[in-house]
């Protein structure tokens, strides 16, 4: 009977469900429904919440509707136009590393399972390895900065993010759906591995290439960690999340300095500046997730059923 219906599903004929489907499927709507507005309701607050004034933040709290409106948190994180380098570095950074990253790690996990490569089951195990084991921040440090030089450079941030072992292990394991018997076609046809690579293997690699893409763009627009250990004040332009993280740190400076014992504290938008720096933060990356959420559903579940 699961068979017919699965059939018939296939063949775009309408199932008719039974009480007991209608009763599950039911339930399961009204789940996703209540996490959908769990999930949607905290980020409308911080949306509404960066357009109130600090007074009413602090008297009575966040707003779901802004009592005052005012603008004043964005006009602060703009000032002085720093913000906007720092957008324009962040987005060529992530275009440029999400790039990158796709082209080594596709190669990578293609190569690795490939039959007739001697040596994939050495280099999936030392890759696997040096995920289990960290040598720690200090002998980090000292390897950008004393051996690779890097210190105070854009490289020490974009090259750590640029691939790690579980997105190569990942995309090992969505190349391994794909038949070996395509790269042998190609092979008899006189195609190079290049050849079979870009014509025959990537563009079967769509919704891989959109998940594992998805992640180092996240990997990329979230970073300030990396800024912060090798970008010194001598660097202008830092990437957009440690110039929102340096905006508040420089806040609570002046509210806990001499200065600001001078200033009335609600002069000085502290929490709707964080607000603020969420909105303006989380606002770019969330509307891409809309262009590729059709290859990242069929990316993370590629693999799940075996025939």
């Known amino acids: 009977m699961a068979k017919q219906n699965l059939d018939l599903m296939e063949s775009g004929a309408k199932v008719k469900l039974g009480t007991s489907d209608k009763i599950i499927r039911g339930f399961g709507y009204v789940f ?20 109130t004034s600090e ?21 602060m994180v703009v000032r002085g136009g720093a913000i906007w380098k720092s957008y324009a570095l962040t987005i060529g950074m992530t275009a440029v590393g999400t790039f990158l990253g ?6 990578t996990g293609y190569a690795l399972q490939r039959k007739d490569f001697p040596f994939r089951n050495v280099i999936s195990f030392y890759i696997y390895f040096t995920s289990l084991f960290s040598a720690g921040l200090a002998p980090y440090y000292l390897l950008m900065t004393q051996t690779y030089h890097l210190q105070d450079s854009y490289l020490a941030v974009l090259l750590p ?36 690579f870009t014509a025959l293997i990537l563009p079967m690699l769509k919704p891989a290439l959109a998940t594992i893409g998805l992640f180092l763009a996240l990997g990329y ?14 660097v202008e332009i830092k990437p957009l999340q440690y110039t929102l993280y340096e905006i508040v740190n420089k ?22 500046v964080k607000m603020a720096n969420a909105v303006l933060a989380t606002g770019p990356i969330v509307l891409l997730y ?15 059923v075996k025939g």
């Open 102 to 107: 796709l082209a080594i790690i596709s190669m």
């Open 55 to 75: 007074t009413v933040i602090r008297a009575e709290g966040v707003q779901f509707i802004p009592k005052e409106f005012t603008l004043e948190a964005y006009n």
């Open 221 to 234: 627009w979230n970073e300030w960690y990396q800024s912060s250990l090798f970008l010194s004040s001598k």
């Open 251 to 272: 806040i609570d400076a002046l509210r806990n300095s001499v200065a600001g014992q001078y200033v009335t504290l609600t002069d000085i938008p502290q929490e709707s």
């Open 161 to 196: 993010l640029m691939m790690s072992p579980w997105l190569i292990i990942l995309m090992k394991n969505f190349v391994k759906a794909i038949p070996h018997e395509i790269t042998e076609s190609g092979k008899i046809d006189g195609a190079g591995d290049m050849k079979i």
């Open 290 to 304: 809309p262009f590729v959420q059709r290859y990242f559903i069929s990316g993370i579940t590629v693999g799940a």
């Open 32 to 51: 996703i429904t209540l996490y959908a507005v769990c999930c949607i309701v905290p980020f409308l607050i911080i949306v509404s919440s960066s357009f």
